[in-house]
């Protein structure tokens, strides 16, 4: 059960980390959207991707946490 409350800790450091380019990317596509000129829209936009490329990489790894959790409760209910 050690394990698992570790993991689900660690699953929650990464909800954490995931806000931060969430809120990133919200504030680049705002301040794009305030400006409203062609190359200060291109700049949040080039950002904003940066900023999703970050986030599925948080969201792969919470999925990959989460597996293994899984995998680990089915072992432990066949035994």
Known sequence: MAVEEEWL?????????????????????????????LDTMRAAIEEALHECERMNNRVHTMQTLLSRVLERQQKERRS
Request: include cysteine.
């Open 9 to 37: 800790a660690e699953l929650c450091d990464k909800l954490h980390d995931l806000c931060q380019p969430l809120t990133a990317l919200q504030c680049r596509l705002e301040i794009g959207m305030m400006h409203g000129r």
